[in-house]
């Protein structure tokens, strides 16, 4: 499992994939940001900058991630490489998994730093002073991640099942086009209040950590929601990737 | 040459919905032979080295390499396993280093100075840095066998190394192989549609023909079984075959207007001569040869 690990950890520091989707978040967040001060819309102060991660936009990149460096390991023969050397199957799936994760983190990294950095330089920092401000921000950044984590398992689950780029980011595009749509039908449906079903989305809880800070139970509902959007795709990606034919 | 089976099978089957891609495979492979697989294209070569590979699972039957079987010591022998299936498995975006370095990880060997033995052996040196994505084909197929030698395999399945090569890349792919074979001690596994190509280098032969193993056979004993043949190219090959037939009541078979082949008595290849000249024949060519692999693989497949 480490040689595995070691492995996806040179992979992404050699892969364009990673770099070519930082710097298109770097700079649809940047312009994000001017269009929203020329456009006057609202205030954010750069100390909140931490709480701009969760736009479901930004998360579709994820499943980009997962077509062009996962999936492709099926066309290249990078899968073939690993299994044909004895690896075991639910190792290399998990070692996916892994890279997946620090992409998630990375991306999301990179969000945040620019969201900051640029909202505080368009409408100014705000009050927080810098130690507090490096706690507040670690410890909703920690939070952000957790809850994007939720991707993670079934971005990797498409990838491995449809092994096609291509179909990978078609199906992560569906994903979350689904759970977006089912949001929000809970949402704004008229009739019957069916409010309480956005507590079964990930988007739910990673858009609203801000109204939440002191909500103890809105972060272990959080944390349990998105443990089992996790845990889920895994279970049944490793059960069928082992009784999977690698072409 | 040891008697150790580095690969045993046994009753290998692999269905894919009602197609049956194999059927009861028993095939060894010992220690130190270069094992040419043959067959024509969907005959299961592929589908076989796969299972030999972990890649595809059998639906009958088992596998031992080393001597262990069972998914968990399959697992541990496959360590010793170098594979090139089909295409050759690349990350194109990564020099050829690099390329090799990924595979040295994955088997954890930390020694960088074997990147550029292996590059020197297959003949990549100077390449190291140049992106994969950028070499021919040719050299795409040389990069893989340094991939599937850079982790010191002992046994090497190659499916198909000469494929789309030109015929210099051919000759020095097959040097290669030999090279290993004989400097290294590794025991290869190779399919190949040229059987001439495979029979420069091949120790033994399998004949896979519609998912079925139904023959296996070393080179020397493939040379016994081939008898050899005469040639003769005369201006009268129906007259020629006459003179012959009466003479020394041999058979010959008539190819052509001019050409005449006798499968016996071909240590009288000198009084054949003789004879045709004698009776005003004019032998514009005579020969001696061997059956080849080729013929004896149409042979085989197409009596069964």
Request: charged share 20%; net charge positive.
């Amino acid at each position: 499992m480490k040689d595995l690990l070691k492995v996806e950890l040179y992979k992404l520091s050699k892969s364009k994939t990673l770099f070519y989707l930082m710097l298109l978040l770097f700079t649809t967040n940047t312009f994000g940001i001017i269009t929203n001060k020329l456009l006057k819309n609202y205030v954010l102060l750069g100390q909140n900058g931490v709480f701009q991660a969760g736009t479901s936009v930004n998360a579709m990149w994820f499943g980009a991630f997962a077509g062009f460096f996962i999936a492709s390991e099926f066309q290249n023969g990078g899968i073939r490489n690993a299994l044909a050397l004895g690896k075991d199957r639910g190792n290399v799936f998990m070692a996916k998994i892994f890279s997946m994760i620090i992409c998630i983190t990375i991306l999301l990294f990179v969000i945040v730093v620019v969201q900051t950095i640029g909202n505080s330089i368009v409408n100014g920092f705000g009050e927080m002073p810098v130690g507090e401000f490096a706690v507040f921000f670690l410890k909703n950044f920690f939070h952000t991640i957790v809850f994007h984590l939720s991707y993670a398992g079934f971005f990797t689950m498409f990838a491995f099942l449809t092994q096609k780029p291509g179909l990978t980011i078609l199906f992560s595009f569906c994903f979350e086009a689904i759970i977006l749509v089912f949001g929000g039908f809970f949402e704004n449906y008229k009739g019957q209040n069916l409010k309480p079903f956005l507590k079964l989305f990930p988007q739910f809880y990673y858009t609203k950590i801000d109204h939440n800070l002191s909500n103890q139970q809105f972060f272990m509902n959080g944390y349990l929601v998105c443990l089992l959007y996790f845990l889920i795709p895994v279970i049944i990606s490793v059960f069928l990737f082992r009784k999977m034919d690698i072409k | 040459m040891s008697n150790k089976a580095v690969l045993e099978t046994f009753q290998i089957s692999k269905q894919y919905g009602n197609n049956k891609a194999l059927h009861d495979v028993n095939l060894r492979i010992e220690e130190g032979q270069i094992y040419g697989l043959i067959g024509l294209n969907g005959s299961g070569k592929s589908t076989f080295m796969r299972i030999v590979c972990g890649l595809i699972s059998a639906t009958e039957g088992h596998i031992e390499l080393y001597g262990k079987s069972g998914s968990t010591d399959l697992q541990k022998q496959r360590s010793k396993l170098g594979q090139t299936i089909e295409t050759p498995a690349l990350y194109p975006e990564m020099t050829a280093d690099e390329n090799l370095m990924v595979q040295m990880t994955l088997a954890g060997i930390s020694e960088k100075k074997k990147i550029k033995e292996v590059l020197r052996r297959v003949g990549l040196e100077d390449t190291g840095n140049k992106k994969a994505k950028n070499f021919s084909l040719g050299m795409k197929q040389r990069l893989a066998l340094a991939i599937s030698l850079i982790t010191d395999p002992k046994f090497l399945i190659l499916d198909e190394p000469t494929n789309g090569l030109d015929p210099v890349g051919i000759v020095e792919t097959r040097d290669i192989i030999k090279n290993l074979a004989h400097e290294y001690g590794l025991t290869i596994l190779l399919s190949s549609h040229l059987l001439d190509e495979l029979s420069q280098i091949a120790t033994h032969y399998g004949i896979l023909h519609q998912g079925q193993l139904i023959t296996q056979i070393s080179a020397d004993e493939l040379l016994k079984s081939t008898n050899q043949y005469i040639k003769i190219i005369t201006d009268n090959a129906s007259a020629s075959a006459e003179i012959l037939n009466t003479a020394f009541s041999v058979k010959c078979e008539v190819l052509s207007d001019t050409e005449i082949r006798i499968n016996e008595q071909s240590e009288r290849i000198a009084d054949f001569n003789k004879a045709l000249i004698m009776s005003g024949q004019k032998v514009q060519h005579l020969s001696c040869n061997q059956h080849k692999l080729e013929d004896y693989f149409l042979n085989i497949t197409q009596s069964n």
